[in-house]
C-alpha cells in the first residue's frame, strides 16, 4: 500500500507499510571450471546472528547470483563457493570475472527478507581472484527492497523502526 509520494521534478520519497514475508527468491548459479572459496567465519542482521536456515549470498556486478550456502545446525564457519565466468561460453555471463567486486546478501529465513551486508576480510581481498581464498565476517543493518536484485543502482532503501524510505533517483 502506497501512503505519501510528492514529486516536483525532484526526487520523491514513498513510505511502505509492513507488508508480507517473502518466500526465499534467489536464483540459482551455475556452476564453471572456475571458482573461489570464502568461509565466513560469522554473520549477522542488526547485530542478531544468522541461525540454521538462513543464507548468505555472494552477488557480481548487475545483481548475478554467483554462490550460496545455507547456515546449517552447525552454525558457523560457512563454507561458500563463488563461481567465475566461464570463457568457453561466449556472449553468456554465468558468473563473477577476474577483479569483479563482491557483494554480499543475507537471507533471513524467517522473516522472508533479504538483506545488503559488509565485508570485513581478515584474510584476501572483495574482488573475485579465480582460485582465490577469503575469510570474512558479515554484518547487515540495511534491508534491500522486494525484488531488489538491482537494489541500490536507482534508488536508495532505509527502514527504520518508524517506517521504510525509498529515495528513487534517474
Do not use: K
Not at 77 to 91: C, I, S, Y
Amino acid at each position: 500500500r502506497l501512503y505519501s509520494v510528492s514529486t516536483s521534478g525532484a526526487p520523491f520519497s514513498v513510505e511502505f507499510g509492513e507488508g508480507v514475508a517473502r518466500e526465499y527468491d534467489w536464483q540459482g548459479f551455475t556452476e564453471t571450471d572456475n571458482n573461489m572459496s570464502l568461509l565466513v567465519s560469522a554473520a549477522s542482521i542488526r547485530g542478531e546472528g544468522l541461525v540454521e536456515g538462513d543464507y548468505i549470498g555472494v552477488f557480481a556486478p548487475g545483481g548475478l547470483c554467483a554462490g550460496y550456502a545455507a547456515v546449517t545446525v552447525e552454525g558457523f564457519p560457512v563454507g561458500l563457493a563463488v563461481w567465475g565466468d566461464d570463457a568457453n561460453t561466449e556472449g553468456t555471463v554465468e558468473g563473477f570475472r577476474t577483479g569483479e567486486a563482491l557483494s554480499f546478501r543475507l537471507w533471513d529465513i524467517s522473516a522472508g527478507r533479504e538483506w545488503a551486508a559488509d565485508a570485513d576480510f581478515a584474510q584476501g581481498a572483495p574482488v573475485y581472484t579465480v582460485n582465490g581464498f577469503g575469510l570474512l565476517s558479515l554484518e547487515s543493518g540495511a534491508r534491500l527492497s522486494p525484488g531488489g536484485q538491482n537494489a541500490g543502482e536507482h534508488f536508495q532503501y532505509a527502514e527504520t523502526d518508524q517506517n521504510h524510505s525509498l529515495l528513487i533517483t534517474s
